[in-house]
């Protein structure tokens, strides 16, 4: 089975502070995914990468940068965190087989809180 | 661009109840179709998937049929469990959008016993 780890279930940080979420998957998947959940808007992609050091902005990418140094490794930054990024935040990896992109498998998410 | 729409929630239901949940979808081409299910307490797991039109996907006695000429793809399940008390989400890959997927904005369904 797929597995994708997430550093934290809760995470309680301050307004200004930088933090770091990470997600490790142990698939040898491609592509990995960060996404935030909200009540009422469903998920919404942040960030995203192909490959190890490639990474693309999703639809909401403004606040947030990404770090792919490992192909197994995947991290969210929040460069000054802010109140309105408390969140949920899930991570998804996801593998190409004979040119077809498989489905995304995901993490048990990080529910983090910023005071 | 890409959309998902999902019928307006919460839905509570009585154990052994029929269960549709309405998914339209816009998109270019033609898209493949995913239904995930979010228990309390974890993430998304992938409940069934259809890749093409008139394809219906299954799983765990829930049923999803590819609708191209009405857009649609909604989930259905003929008789309910307690144990499927969870968040679900329609979802959408459009054709040579890499691996992005667009997602609806979830329905909590709450079966009671």
């Known amino acids: ?115 | 661009g890409d959309s998902v729409t999902q019928m307006e929630g919460p839905v509570t239901l009585s154990e052994e109840a029929f269960l549709t949940i309405n998914c339209t979808y816009t998109a270019t081409g033609y898209p493949s179709l995913f239904w995930y299910v979010q228990y309390p307490g974890e993430g998304l797991q992938l409940l069934l998937k259809a890749t093409k039109a008139d394809d219906k996907g299954s799983n765990k006695g829930f049923e999803a049929t590819y609708r191209k000429e009405t857009t649609s793809f909604h989930l259905e399940k003929g008789s309910v469990q307690v144990s499927d008390s969870a968040v679900y989400f329609c979802a959408l890959r459009s054709k040579g959008a890499n691996s992005k997927l667009t997602f609806g904005k979830g329905i909590t369904l709450s079966v009671r016993p």
């Not at chain 1, 995470?11 to 698939?27: A, H, N, S």
Request: glycine letters at 6%.
């Open chain 1, 1 to 115: 089975d797929v597995k994708v780890t997430q550093s934290s279930r809760y995470l309680v940080k301050r307004t200004g502070e930088k933090v770091f979420l990470e997600c490790v998957q142990d698939m040898d998947h491609e592509n990995m995914f960060w996404y935030r959940q909200d009540p009422g808007l469903g998920l919404r992609l942040i960030y995203f990468s192909y490959d190890v050091k490639m990474k693309e902005k999703g639809d909401i990418p403004e606040g947030y940068s990404v770090s792919r140094e490992k192909k197994e490794r995947f991290s969210l930054i929040l460069e000054s965190a802010s109140t309105s990024q408390t969140s949920m935040y899930l991570c998804a990896s996801s593998s190409r087989y004979r040119g077809r992109y498989q489905p995304q498998h995901f993490g048990d998410g990080t529910r983090l809180s910023i005071l």
